[in-house]
């Protein structure tokens, strides 16, 4: 009974998308996109952005490396872009520490992270991203906005996978509205 009341406790939330504030900005600043000149870097130093992404739905978690929580959930998020990346849905993973690139390195090595990492601090990116808590998802459609947020990690796939559709969904009825 404990596991279908957090299933229930986790759908209710995700239900309820909201808009993350990054820190430094007033709620009247809410962020409705993400713009393609906001770019991070790989650990290999190559410039990244989300425009290199256009046409999906995009998973953007932010992390850092000292978030238990943050851990918990690669395993599911592996998952999701094992199962759903053909069809056009990827995970980005956003660390926003400050110098700590071998730990990340460390982590995506050990975790077998199989979804892009991008390093944040210090980089456009981290205007739109440096939130006050991880994990943090902004969930991203396929022009780069923002379809919603998310604050905590996933308690399991599931929950993840219903995230996913109800961005879906959203995108849809969306995209249905502006049909003539």
């Known amino acids: 009974m404990k596991h279908g009341r957090t299933c229930l406790a986790v759908l209710a939330i995700a239900s309820a998308f909201f808009v993350g504030v990054p820190q430094g900005q007033s709620a009247g ?17 190559k410039t990244v952005g ?4 256009k046409g999906k739905l995009v998973f953007m978690n932010i992390w850092r490396v000292d ?14 872009q094992e199962d759903y990346s053909s069809q ?12 700590k690139n071998k730990q990340v390195g460390d982590i995506i090595k050990k975790a077998n ?3 892009p990492v991008w390093l944040a601090h210090g980089q456009p990116l981290v205007k739109y ?4 808590y991880t994990p943090f998802l902004i969930v991203l ?20 996978v219903s ?18």
């Open 29 to 45: 600043e809410l962020i409705t996109k993400i713009p393609e000149d906001a770019t991070a870097k790989t650990l290999a130093g």
């Open 50 to 53: 989300i425009a290199d992404y």
């Open 67 to 80: 978030c238990i929580a943050c851990l918990m959930e690669i395993p599911i998020l592996n998952k999701l």
């Open 88 to 99: 056009d849905f990827t995970v980005i993973g956003v660390n926003v520490d400050r110098e």
């Open 113 to 115: 992270i199989r979804y």
């Open 129 to 132: 991203v440096d939130v006050q």
């Open 141 to 160: 459609g396929p022009e780069g906005e923002v379809i919603g947020s998310l604050v905590g990690a996933f308690p399991d796939y599931p929950a993840a």
């Open 163 to 180: 995230v996913m559709n109800q961005a879906r969904d959203a995108m849809k009825k969306e995209k249905a509205a502006k049909s003539p």
